[in-house]
């Protein structure tokens, strides 16, 4: 069983930076892709970005955050980042880390091929 644990989410002006952590238990062994998706009140569950952790490390952003955000992984700490710069406010919303057991590929936003979730972290931009 994967647990997923985030932190990092906060209030910043817009312009500012965040970085977002995830932690997963399971971390090369079952999780193949892991994504980063955020909902704001009254809007759906949105894919925000994704990494493969196996060698390739490809990318995946969604339209919105390119060039603003860039999501990476950390072997060696057990961790995968999603760093926000330039935010604004449209970005603020709950943030979830999810995890994939399969490899990301074009779907990667779709939320319902991620089996394991984060309990999210809030990010606010004034």
């Known amino acids: 069983h994967v647990q997923l644990v985030e932190s990092g989410g906060g209030s910043v002006t817009a312009g500012g930076s965040l970085r977002l952590s995830c932690s997963p238990s399971g971390y090369g062994h079952i999780t193949k892709c892991m994504g980063w998706f955020r909902q704001a009140p009254g809007k759906e569950r949105e894919g925000v970005a994704a990494i493969y952790t196996g060698d390739s490390r490809t990318v995946y952003y969604a339209d919105s955050v390119k060039g603003r955000f860039a999501i990476s992984a950390d072997n060696a700490e057990n961790t995968v980042y999603l760093q926000m710069n330039s935010l604004k406010p449209e970005d603020t919303a709950m943030y979830y880390c999810?995890?994939?057991?399969?490899?990301?590929?074009?779907?990667?936003?779709?939320?319902?091929?991620?089996?394991?979730w984060g309990q999210g972290t809030q990010v606010t931009v004034s």
């Open positions: 999810a995890a994939a057991t399969s490899a990301c590929g074009g779907t990667w936003s779709n939320q319902y091929r991620y089996a394991y």
